[in-house]
Each structure stands twice: as C-alpha cells, then as structure tokens.
C-alpha cells in the first residue's frame, strides 16, 4: 500500500510535466507537416477509401458499411500501433532529460500513450463525418464504445511500459515489435471480412488476439448496433490488466538501472 500511494502522491505532483510533455509530443508529432493535426483527419480517410477500393472489390464487400468496417479497423489499430511504437522509445528517447533531472521515469511512457490517444479521439470525427455520410444509424449500443476503447487503452499502456523497460537493455527490441505489430494488424481483420477465416477453422487467430476483440467490440457498438460480446470484453479486459500489472512491476524494478544503460 505504501508503494502505491508513493505512484499517486508522484502522478498528482507531476501532473503539470505530464501535461507538457503530451502537449510536446503532439507538437513533435506535426512540426514538419504544412497541414499539421489536419493530417490525423486526412491520413485515415485516405487510407480508408485506398482500402475500400481494392479490398472492397477483391472480397465482393462493396456495401455501404464496408468503408466504415475498415475505418473503425484502421483507427483503433494505429492507436494501438502508434502509442506502443512512442512508449517503447519513450525512456531511451528521454535519455538526456533522464540524466540530468529527477522526475518519475514511468511520466515519459504515460505522456507517450496519452498524446498518442488524443490524436486518435481527434480522428474519430473522420468515423463520426463516414458514419453521417454513409447513413450509418447510431443506437442505444454506441454508449459502450467507450469500454472497448478503455480496454485498449490500458492494453497499450501495459504493453508501453513493457517494451520501454525492454528497450533499454536490448535496443534490437523496436525492429522486433516492428515485425509483431504487422502480425497483430493481419490478425486484427482491418480490411477483410472475419467470416471467411472462421469457416476456415482458422477462428482461434481472433480469439487470441486482445486487438481484435477491442476492434470487434467497437464495431458491435458502432456499426452494427449490437450489443458487445461479452466473452471478448472480459478476456480483453483481463488481458490488459495482465499487462499493465506485469509492465508497472517490470518497470518499477528496472527503472534504476536505466541510467547504466542510456
């Protein structure tokens, strides 16, 4: 318990760095784009009629929900991909700060997920804008798209807080997850239909992907107007507590030695 309240008495007295440091890495992120945050609106919408078209065409899925189906895909994914990619380089990119003055290390991954979450919210009105244009009707089961996106987020900051302390040690980490962030988006069934897998008896692929099951939640609150699949916002849910446990006592017992390695 003491441990504990040490972690909220240094989040609530670092609370202001942490508010800097987001607003940092939103600046950093867009300092060399003429269009600036206008990109986190465009990128996705172009991405999403790049995948439309020949997805679309090559799955016989050109319905009016399949450009939504993978927009909704397309987001949560490069939040996941993005915010894992910035936590895991947020130690060893802050090695300099790190060095010459004292503040809890653990700052530099949470400001690198929340940065990269409010980038994400900020694109949802390209989803909201598709979802007007395209007639998609809202109903009673949109309140629970925020669960799935809660559960993503503690899932990234677990994973975060993982690949940061991992980083350090063995810097080969970043090309590593690289390759395992393109296996999770294949898995994640962002532009194709998950209905030809499943009759495929390859189904277990989804069911041991947490991504997807946040993404397939989603689409349930979003998309089709249906109740979450509760065998998939537990398992998910659990898996991201998991990881947030194993990544906090990983970091905690690790982040002393950072200094010896940066």
Known sequence: ???????????????????????????????RSYLGILWTLIEPLLTMIVLTVVFGTFFNKGTKQFPVYVLT?????????????????????????????YV?????????????????LISLIVLVGVGIVLKVEPTMYLVQAWISLAILFVMSLGVSL????????????????GVACMLVMYASAIFYPVE?????????VFNMNPVYMCI??????????????????VLSA?????????????????????????
């Open 216 to 233: 397939a939640n989603f689409r349930n609150s979003v998309l089709y107007g249906v109740p979450m699949n509760m065998h998939y916002c």
């Open 73 to 101: 895909g397309r987001l949560l994914f490069s939040f996941f991909q993005s915010a894992t990619k910035a936590g895991l380089k947020s130690v060893s990119g802050n090695s300099s700060m790190i060095k010459k003055v």
């Open 162 to 177: 993982i690949l940061a302390t991992l980083s350090v040690f063995f810097r080969d980490v970043e090309y590593i997850w």
């Open 238 to 262: 659990g898996i991201a507590v998991v990881l947030l446990v194993i990544g906090m006592v990983l970091f905690y017992k690790k982040q002393d030695d950072f200094i010896l390695y940066l």
């Open 1 to 31: 318990m003491g441990k504990s309240k040490q972690i909220i008495r240094n989040f609530t007295k670092y609370n202001n760095l942490l508010y800097e440091l987001v607003k940092k890495n939103i600046k950093l992120k867009y300092r």
């Open 196 to 204: 030809r897998i499943i009759k495929s008896g390859k189904g277990w």
């Open 104 to 120: 809890p290390k653990y700052i530099y991954v949470v400001s690198s997920v929340v940065s990269n979450f409010l980038i994400f």
